[in-house]
């Protein structure tokens, strides 16, 4: 059962800290191989210059939602597009969503299984964290918000104890050459990866649970990618400056490593537990907003009324396809072809909401909320 609610909507708050999760995270799991093989030692900017270009697609996007008074996306391409071609393109975002989700689900269950539960089975380590995630998605959209919002400040403190812990370890000598393999390798990835950013994108077609408008919105959004990116900025430049370079390249699960290191003094020591905590509340807040975001698509593809009984299906998939043997190697060459899609994708769709003009006197209704 859903979460009892007056309105169903979310604020700045919960926004911000779902926005942070779906990204910061990106900094703490198998995505930092990718970032290093990108970026090198200046791995560090990537984050940085993706949320800069990030910027310059989503603002004129949601200015243009906020003109024309669309409560979000789906609601102006209603407008704009014929019906086929609207419930076409939630269908193109969905398959999408779904492929990076598989690539994204099957390498968690890798890690903990092999970092912590060597003796539980890869299935049930996945079930667990996937029946984790779909709970608390299906308790809302509200919902959801307010456990982003509540483990906002725990993972923050965390993250701190953690750069403290380890403060003793770093060597900024590796930060140099500064740019790494060049300026303009950094620049050509970084873009071709923008992908990296494309669930924030996505939830513009969930603006319209948003308390405040499409501003507030916009706003929650851009202050959550913008701290998300510079945490993984200081998380890669703390790979980079403990583990060395290229040293850092022949590692896998950097964060779940670095906590290995993490210590106080001379007898306090071996505390990965109490990040390994943190990091699993983190990443089942993460599956939720993942997973209610590939129901609301679906619910939009379809045209149903509601995408909570769409939920199972959803997980199911997930599930299965985690239980597929698959090389972490083929995974982060998929992944990589996934992501350069979703960026082609995510310029696609913005130049045609800001470039296609609106039919005269006709105006988006308002109102509707997902479900």
Known sequence: ?????????????????????????????????????????AAWMVPL?????????????????????????????????????TRFTAWGLFLLLLALGALCFRPYVVMLTVMFYLRTPEHAVGLVLL????????????????????FFVYAMFFFVLLILG??????????????????????RESLLTLGFFCEPFFLAFLAG????????????????????????SVFLLLYDWVFGFPSVNDILFHYQQLTRFAHFGLYISHIEAIF????????VA????????LAQLLRLALDVPAGRPLLPLVAAY???????PVGINDIFRWKYAVVVAATFVMLLLGLAVVLWPLPAGKQPFRGGRPH
């Open 1 to 41: 059962m859903e979460t009892p609610s007056t309105n169903r909507r979310i604020g700045f708050r919960e926004l911000t800290t779902m926005t942070f999760f779906l990204i910061a995270l990106r900094g703490t799991d198998e995505n930092t191989t990718l970032y290093f093989q990108i970026g090198g030692n």
């Open 49 to 85: 210059i993706q949320w800069l270009a990030f910027v310059l697609l989503f603002v004129p996007l949601t200015r243009k939602m906020e003109r024309h008074g669309a409560d979000d996306v789906f609601r102006l391409l209603k407008l704009m597009w014929v019906p086929t071609a």
């Open 131 to 150: 029946l984790g995630g779909m709970y608390v998605a299906s308790r809302g959209y509200e919902a959801i918000g307010r456990m982003g919002n509540m």
């Open 166 to 187: 380890v403060i003793d370890l770093v060597d900024p000598s590796y930060t140099f050459p500064l740019f790494g393999p060049g300026i303009p390798r950094i620049l």
């Open 209 to 232: 649970a948003t308390k405040g408008g499409v501003r507030t919105f916009r706003r929650a959004i851009l202050t959550g990618t913008g701290m998300a990116a510079l945490v993984m």
């Open 276 to 283: 390994l905590y943190i990091w699993v509340m983190a990443s």
């Open 286 to 293: 993460r599956l939720a907003i993942v997973l209610y975001l």
């Open 318 to 324: 997930l599930f299965l396809t985690s239980l597929i």
